[in-house]
């Protein structure tokens, strides 16, 4: 799968590739990502990318002909037989989903835009499939939401998670056996653990070998953590 992201700060993206499971599915030719500066595409001495708004208002916005020139190109190397999407990242956008990641996972090409002012002319949406947003909070720009959410869709494409990182039975997994609930909690060695004063224990039902008191007990304990929170997730249809 292929993601390109248009941005100002194309270094963010391009370190992000350095690392772990996302470079290792690069490698294996399963995930390509690419950054594009959006000053590339202007054509003053200042590669000024963002005005005053018309009407007046505080902060700045990003102007619509460099935004145009930029995912016009970007759309240029598409082929057509690629699913394509171009998504803008923006707080008043769809809320991002695991569910949404599943669907966009679909595509064969995703071309996000990151902003980093106030906004964008409004006159770019005719270029523009999706408006996403990660979160009701507010960030500097669209660069951090654009790695969420490939990070969160590359996670669907075969062969980049391997058995080990399975997503099956994760949190919010629809796939997974506990769809619905946050994930239950996880113990590794040591089987006692002591910090300061403090002993703690792994709960001993998991050192019992007894798969099904196991299933029972984490599906209990899966229960438990969502109801206290998240339980607006137990009768969330997805
Ligand atoms: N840009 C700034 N904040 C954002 C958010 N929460 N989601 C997507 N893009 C953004």
Redesign the pocket.
């Known amino acids: 799968m292929k993601f390109e992201v248009i941005t100002i700060f194309p270094e963010l993206i391009e370190d992000y590739k350095k690392i772990s499971i996302v470079a290792r599915a690069i490698k294996k030719r399963l995930l390509q990502i690419k950054a594009f500066n959006l000053r590339d595409h202007t054509f003053d001495a200042h590669k000024t990318v963002d005005g005053r708004p018309y009407g007046g208002g505080a902060g700045m916005v990003l102007k619509a002909d460099v935004l145009s020139r930029a995912i016009t190109s970007v759309l240029k190397k598409v082929s057509k037989k690629e699913k394509t999407k171009v998504i803008l990242?923006?707080?008043a956008?769809k809320v991002f989903s695991q569910k949404e990641a599943k669907k966009l996972a679909k595509n064969d090409r995703l071309i996000f835009v990151?902003?980093r002012y106030e906004g964008f002319d409004e006159r770019i949406s005719f270029l523009v499939d999706e408006e996403?947003?990660?979160?009701?909070?507010?960030?500097?720009?669209?660069e951090l939401?654009a790695l969420v959410m490939i990070e969160t869709i590359a996670r669907f494409v075969p062969g980049v998670v391997g058995k080990e990182e399975s997503i099956q039975g994760e949190s919010f997994s629809k796939d997974g056996k506990n769809s619905n609930l946050l994930e239950y909690p996880q113990y590794t060695r040591p089987e006692v653990l002591k910090i300061g004063k403090k002993t703690l224990r792994v709960p001993k039902v998991l050192l019992s070998g007894d798969h099904r008191k196991i299933e029972i007990w984490r599906a209990d304990q899966a229960m438990k953590k969502t109801k206290k929170i998240r339980p607006d997730l137990i009768n969330k249809q997805w």
Do not use: A, E, F, R
């Not at 996403?132 to 669209?142: N, Q, T």
């Open positions: 990242l923006t707080p956008g990151s902003g996403y947003s990660i979160g009701d909070y507010v960030l500097m720009g669209g939401p």
